[in-house]
């Protein structure tokens, strides 16, 4: 069992920028894929960011070159830096867990556990 919990949401300005967190259970945290996540209203859950339990890291276009992902397997701690927010980067942020290494995705359903997420709204 693997619990997450996600922090460093909120309301800022478009142009801002925030940093979330994720500090997660568990002693191997090292060897799980970890995602972020994100879900506007009426819209689907979608892909940010994941990093590899071999740190190979992956964006999506929406946030290629805006966001940066990190960890500090030392500390169980997962973090997404958000430059230059838009409003619509405005949705609940999830951090995830898969512990799997037999492939590196992108798709929320491969993801094995996740945290009940972060509110981040951007206004114009």
């Known amino acids: 069992q693997v619990q997450l919990v996600e922090s460093g949401g909120g309301l800022v300005q478009a142009g801002d920028s925030l940093r979330l967190s994720c500090a997660a259970s568990?002693?191997?945290?090292?060897?799980?894929?970890m995602g972020w996540f994100r879900q506007a209203p009426g819209k689907e859950r979608e892909f940010v960011s994941l990093?590899?339990?071999?740190?190979?890291?992956r964006y999506s276009d929406s946030v290629k070159g805006r966001f940066t992902i990190s960890r500090d397997n030392a500390k169980n701690t997962l973090f997404l830096q958000m430059n230059n927010l838009k409003p619509e980067d405005t949705a609940v942020y999830y951090c995830?867990?898969?512990?799997?290494?037999?492939?590196?995705?992108?798709?929320?359903?491969?993801?094995?556990?996740w945290g009940p997420g972060t509110q981040v709204t951007v206004s114009s």
């Open positions: 995830a867990a898969r512990l799997l290494r037999d492939k590196v995705s992108s798709s929320p359903h491969d993801y094995d556990y």
């Open positions: 568990g002693r191997t945290f090292g060897t799980y894929t």
């Open positions: 990093n590899s339990w071999f740190n190979s890291l």
